[in-house]
């Protein structure tokens, strides 16, 4: 805007014509600038592929190399001394086992725990490697016989449904015929007793049309289940005339007229009808049961032979990334079990560092102890190396005894030699007003070069996850105690939850759920 004012005071000071003309100019620039300058800039962003790899969690700290002239060993766990296996003045080697403790049911839980993750490795291997030549002939196999037996299925049914139509046939049949000599028999009783037109003779002849005309209706129907439902009726009309045309007959105005062969012939045709209508119930109940059993069977058939074909299916696939994970899962889960157990039993037992004489044993079998009581073994080293250190108060709680240690000196900065905590002090040290805690590390195989007194550099792996999914730390999002990874959306993104596990020292961070491996993750916002 300043430049802007400067540029008017200038034109104002020009001559009429050269100022109309800077103007112009003037107009023309800031039509061109002015859309540029207030254009919403664009954001754009980075994005990278999530990978599996590995996550190593580090502590890194400085010390000075020094001769080990004694160790003093505790038990890392409470429980009862069950044996002392050291005696003193012993020379032993390193890894030998000089006292345990009473595990109890520690040790079976860690086989239980061993055999789970057994188990769990086993079927990711199997899953991994796929099916064999043979289970895939085999599940063919289980196919074809699903098949054959669902078609075998939809054949019976078919046949067997035919047959209860075949009957109930028999059944029309057989009532058409007993209704058609009712029929006849009630016209020829009416044309000798009902033939007058008294309200006895009425109602008769109303309920023989009446009959007549269902059983008209029923016998022009072709599909079964339909002349079943019609007949039947018809039958029922048929029932209610000839019952009528009985009583009719007792009525003192024609019961001296009626003979006894007519009133047979009546009863007869009663017994006959009501059979007929019960065997047109027994029809049309086996077609019904019939088809609800030929549906159950039929669909069992179908389960088993879909059951089959997704079972060959998945034989036949490729092994997707999410199935993996969730074996891996497992087998990582058990893995953590069983490796809790297994430094369990590593506690319950006080095992020599390093090569070295016993010089000490202060306790016996049946003494109680507590974690990182009092000393039991005294050993002297021979010869071996350590490297004092200071963790800081941050730090120490990432830190346990045994975890591996990388080593440089700068006598010999192209090399890096290894070693392992052996001891990490349970009081802290004050240093300019900061908290440390002291561990010894204790150098592998120690080369003669190695002299006391060199500085030492050691980088501590306190955890690690090997084959796990993983982001750069920056990539995540806190927001109210939630975590989330952005991920692109077109021209912009979206924000979805994750849960992480296990942070880097190298910048990653272990995702546990959320993301699957070759997703794309926005990494960083440019404007």
Do not use: H, W
């Amino acid at each position: 805007m300043e430049a802007l004012k400067k540029s008017l005071q200038k034109i104002r000071a020009l001559k009429k014509r050269t100022r109309i003309i800077a103007i112009i100019i003037l107009l023309i620039v800031l039509a061109i600038v002015l859309p540029l300058a207030l254009k919403k800039p664009k954001q754009t962003y980075e994005t990278l592929k999530v990978e599996k790899g590995n996550v190593i969690e580090e502590v890194s700290a400085s010390g000075v190399v020094e001769l080990v002239n004694k160790i003093d060993l505790r038990f890392r766990s409470a429980g009862t001394i069950q044996s002392i296996i050291a005696k003193i003045g012993d020379k032993i080697k390193k890894g030998f086992v000089l006292a345990r403790l009473d595990s109890g049911g520690t040790y079976s839980q860690y086989l239980q725990a061993q055999a789970s993750y057994n188990q769990a490795k086993a079927k990711l291997d199997q899953f991994l490697a796929g099916a064999t030549d043979e289970e895939i002939k085999v599940a063919e196999q289980v196919l074809e016989n699903a098949k054959i037996a669902l078609d075998d299925a939809r054949a019976k049914a078919e046949n067997d449904l035919n047959q209860d139509y075949n009957s109930a046939l028999v059944y029309l049949f057989d009532a058409s015929s007993k209704c058609n000599k009712a029929l006849a028999d009630l016209r020829d009783m009416e044309t000798k007793y009902f033939y007058y037109n008294s309200a006895l003779d009425n109602t008769y002849k109303s309920k023989r049309e009446m009959a007549e005309e269902y059983f008209r209706d029923a016998k022009n129907y072709v599909d079964i289940d339909v002349a079943l439902k019609e007949l039947k009726l018809s039958a029922q009309k048929f029932i209610d005339a000839l019952d009528y045309a009985k009583t009719a007959m007792g009525d003192p105005a024609v019961r001296e007229n009626v003979s006894s062969t007519d009133k047979t012939t009546i009863d007869t045709d009663i017994t006959n009808v009501n059979i007929a209508y019960s065997n047109i119930n027994t029809g049309q109940a086996d077609i019904a049961n019939q088809k609800i059993t030929n549906q159950i069977n039929i669909n069992t058939a179908e389960a088993t032979y879909n059951k089959a074909k997704v079972d060959l299916e998945k034989l036949k696939a490729v092994p997707r990334s999410v199935d993996i994970a969730v074996y891996q899962a497992d087998v990582e889960k058990y893995q953590a079990n069983m490796e809790e157990y297994a430094q369990k039993l590593r506690d319950m037992s006080i095992i020599a560092p390093f090569d070295g004489i016993v010089a000490k044993i202060d306790g016996k079998v049946g003494d109680i102890v507590s974690t990182n009581d009092k000393i039991i073994v005294s050993l002297v080293s021979t010869g071996n190396l350590e490297i004092k250190i200071d963790i800081s108060e941050a730090d120490v709680k990432k830190a346990n005894l045994d975890d591996i240690a990388k080593i440089t000196l700068d006598a010999f900065p192209e090399e890096e030699f290894s070693g392992k905590i052996i001891e990490i002090e349970s009081g802290e040290t004050i240093v300019e007003g900061v908290v440390y805690y002291r561990a010894k590390i204790l150098l592998d195989n120690p080369d003669n070069k190695i002299k006391s007194g060199m500085t030492a550099d050691v980088t501590i792996e306190t955890n690690k996850k090997e084959n796990v999914l993983y982001v750069p730390q920056r990539a995540i999002v806190y927001k109210n105690g939630n975590k989330f990874v952005r991920i692109p959306d077109g021209k912009n993104y979206q924000e979805i939850p994750v849960n992480t596990g296990l942070k880097g020292s190298n910048g990653g961070i272990e995702i546990v759920s959320g993301l699957v491996e070759s997703q794309k993750i926005v990494v960083l916002l440019k404007k």
